[in-house]
T-cell receptor
Framework: QKEVEQDPGPLSVPEGAIVSLNCTYS??????FMWYRQYSRKGPELLMY????GNKEDGRFTAQVDKSSKYISLFIRDSQPSDSATYLC????????????FGRGTSLIVHP | EPEVTQTPSHQVTQMGQEVILRCVPI?????FYWYRQILGQKVEFLVS????????KSEIFDDQFSVERPDGSNFTLKIRSTKLEDSAMYFC????????????FGDGTRLSIL
C-alpha cells in the first residue's frame, strides 16, 4: 500500500461548483497536513497547513483532517476557472524526519 | 511570487554532462530543500540543507548529486554525469524559521537530458 494515495483525476466541474479533493494515507504517525496548488510549469504553492484533526478555513478553501480514518480533504467553494490546477496533498510526522510525503496530485478543471 | 528564485528556468544538456541548478532565496533562511518531479509523477525529496550542511537526504541523492551554498546566498544542486532519467522538474524550497514550518517552493528548473 502506498503511503499517500490521491486520485489523479482529472476532475472536471462547472464554475461555481463545490469541489472536494481527497487523500488517504497509511502512516498513523502523520500529524502535519498540507495542500499545495500547482499550475502548469510552476512550483507547488502552499494553500493550507494544518496540524492533527479538525477543520481549517481560509477564504473559499477548507481543509479537513480525519485522523481516525486516515483521510484528508480540501473543499473549494464557488470554484473559478482560475482554480484549474493540480492539487497536491502532503503530510509528515511531528518527530524524526520533517520531510513531507506527497501525493501524486489531482488535476482539477473548472470550466466556465 | 515565489519565495525562492530558481535559474535557469529550462536547461537542456547532453547525457553525461554536468549541470548546476541555482536557487536564490528572497530573504535569509536557514532551511533549504531540493525536490524533483518527473513528468506525471509525484514530487520526490532529494536533500535538505540546514545551516550550510546537509541535514537529510533520500536514496535518490547518491554520489551523482551534490549541494553547496558557495557564497552564503545562492544554493546550488550539481548533477554530475547526467543520465536520461534525470530529466525532470527540479524544485528548490525554503523552510520557515524552524523545521516545523511548511516548505515554500520556487518555480523550478526544467531539466531535459538528450
Amino acid at each position: 500500500q502506498k503511503e499517500v494515495e490521491q486520485d489523479p483525476g482529472p476532475l472536471s466541474v462547472p464554475e461555481g461548483a463545490i469541489v472536494s479533493l481527497n487523500c488517504t494515507y497509511s502512516n498513523s504517525a502523520f500529524q502535519y497536513f498540507m495542500w499545495y496548488r500547482q499550475y502548469s510549469r510552476k512550483g507547488p504553492e502552499l494553500l493550507m497547513y494544518t496540524y492533527s484533526s479538525g477543520n481549517k478555513e481560509d477564504g473559499r478553501f477548507t481543509a479537513q483532517v480525519d485522523k481516525s480514518s486516515k483521510y484528508i480533504s480540501l473543499f473549494i467553494r464557488d470554484s473559478q476557472p482560475s482554480d484549474s490546477a493540480t492539487y497536491l496533498c502532503a503530510m509528515r510526522s511531528s518527530g524524526g524526519s520533517y520531510i513531507p510525503t506527497f501525493g501524486r496530485g489531482t488535476s482539477l478543471i473548472v470550466h466556465p | 511570487e515565489p519565495e525562492v528564485t530558481q535559474t535557469p528556468s529550462h536547461q537542456v544538456t547532453q547525457m553525461g554532462q554536468e549541470v548546476i541548478l541555482r536557487c536564490v532565496p528572497i530573504s535569509n533562511h536557514l532551511y533549504f530543500y531540493w525536490y524533483r518531479q518527473i513528468l506525471g509523477q509525484k514530487v520526490e525529496f532529494l536533500v535538505s540543507f540546514y545551516n550550510n550542511e546537509i541535514s537529510e537526504k533520500s536514496e535518490i541523492f547518491d554520489d551523482q548529486f551534490s549541494v553547496e551554498r558557495p557564497d552564503g546566498s545562492n544554493f546550488t544542486l550539481k548533477i554530475r554525469s547526467t543520465k536520461l532519467e534525470d530529466s525532470a522538474m527540479y524544485f528548490c524550497a525554503r523552510g520557515g524559521g524552524t523545521s516545523n514550518q511548511p516548505q515554500h517552493f520556487g518555480d523550478g528548473t526544467r531539466l531535459s537530458i538528450l
